[in-house]
């Protein structure tokens, strides 16, 4: 996780109470990104800080959708809305779940028929399982599928969103969008899941199977502004999702089409209920989730903090607690540079690398490739070059300046300034995570390759590069980064 932003709002002092506000705050699919294993325990972001403050200190709600129509907030639909008949004609509780072996492919599993006999037939109390052996007969990475009927009662009336990677029907009608329905009543029902071998590739199953709604009817925006005005500090847990972003995805929304993105702003929706939350006067911590670079223009000149969490896996709710309350001091840097728009980028089909990355890049970005704040400060000793038999050997001395232990990661730049063709603005050489106490100072040493010091001519060939280089060692990119946390110095090579 990188912290993007921080006015020192963060960490949050014990006993803060929080409104835990956005579309990603239950969602799923913010764990696992694109191509995943299951997560067998997950984490939601909102679980997450409701173990780490205490429920009494967590005030929820999710705002509005993630984007346009979209709904993420979705939960599991629970055991007590789920009805069966038994073989007496009585009502129970539960669903039939009938369980079928074989390699059934989603269009089978469409036309297969409900009455067919089943290898295995027994009660289900809701739809959330993930299952690492089948459950029919215990073997692993046995393809099967699964049929599940009975019926459905909402506690309360609304129009309702269903997610979650099972087939639905209700009243024999296939739900693809938002449904209204009334409490009390009872709607047949049928859910089907099919864990199959995805022929030619022969993946290998990893069977799971989810069932989650909520009620979209609900005024959103109104219960955000409620639960915020009962919290210290608002945490807003927005972004996208890998449902969004990715490959070859029948989406097309305001910036999405396809999987790919058409602007690289936060979804409007969100920046609207951002804007109203602010008139509250309460700070806002935001924690944005997203696989690729976002535009948070306005969120950056108006928000106290942002958190870049982007995909981080099956224990996100624990690991952003952590970091959001200090047990642990955020070390992540940005791997990619984050621009302010895609106006700041050359066309696509322009090949050149002029204005692409860090390395070509003259704009001001807004957060540069390998920027990362920490909840403490370092600070950097003079920089000493000597040279070696396999190229250079730079040095510094770093110390922790602040009152928090914290881990660095410390970054080698070069800059060949009198290069004869066009060569990077800066390039990374090399980096080293360090961990230091308060007060503690550590040398650090770095070797920069021969390689590293040569240039591409025009005519295609490697030339070992001779003249003025620039050479930095600090907590980010020249430029883009306070005095004292960097240090610099122009050598001359090949003399």
Known sequence: MVLLKNDGVLPLREGTKVAVIGPNATNFEVLVGNYYGYPSQPVLPLEGVVARAGADKVFYAPGSPMA????????????????????????????????????????????????????????????????DLSPINKKIEEPFAAIWHGEVKPTTSGVFSFGGNVMVKIDDVLVDKPISLKAGQRYKFEARYTAFRWWPINLSIEAYARLTWADVSAPMEQDALAAARKADVIIYMGGIDATLE????????????????????????????????????????????????????????????????????????????????????????????????????????????????????????????????????????????????????????????????????????????????????RQLASFKRVQLQPGQSENLKFQIK?????????????QVYKGRAEVSIGTGQPGHIAEGSLSTKVLRLGD
């Open 68 to 131: 346009e129509n979209t709904y993420r907030h979705q939960q599991i639909v629970p055991a007590a809305n789920f009805f069966h008949y038994d073989q007496q004609n009585q009502l129970q509780p539960g669903l039939v779940g009938r369980y079928f072996l074989g390699n059934i492919n989603p269009r089978e599993l469409r036309d297969k028929d409900i009455t067919e006999q089943a290898d295995l037939e027994r009660i289900d109390s809701n739809i959330d399982f993930y299952w």
């Open 450 to 462: 021969p390689e590293q010091l040569r240039y591409i001519d025009s005519e295609g060939s490697e």
């Open 246 to 425: 990715g490959e070859e995805m029948p989406v097309e929304l305001d910036g999405f089409i396809g999987g790919d993105r058409t602007h690289i702003k936060l979804p409007v929706v969100q920046t609207n209920l951002l804007k109203k939350l602010k008139t509250l006067g309460k700070p806002i911590v935001m924690v944005n989730f997203s696989g690729s670079a976002m535009a948070l223009n306005w969120e950056s000149d108006n928000l106290n903090a942002i958190l870049q969490a982007f995909y981080p896996g099956e224990k996100t709710g624990t690991a952003l607690a952590r970091v959001l309350w200090g047990d642990v001091n955020p070390s992540g840097r940005l791997p990619v540079t984050f621009y302010r728009g895609v106006d700041d980028l050359p066309e696509f089909t322009d090949y050149t690398m002029t204005g692409r990355t860090y390395r070509y890049y003259r704009g001001k970005p807004l957060y540069p490739f390998g920027h990362g704040l920490s909840y403490t400060k370092f600070e950097y000793g003079p920089l000493i070059q000597t040279k070696t038999s396999t190229g250079m050997e730079v040095s510094t001395r770093i110390t922790n300046a602040g009152d928090r232990s914290g881990e660095e990661v410390a970054q080698v730049y070069v800059r060949l300034l009198d290069a004869p063709v066009i060569t990077p603005i």
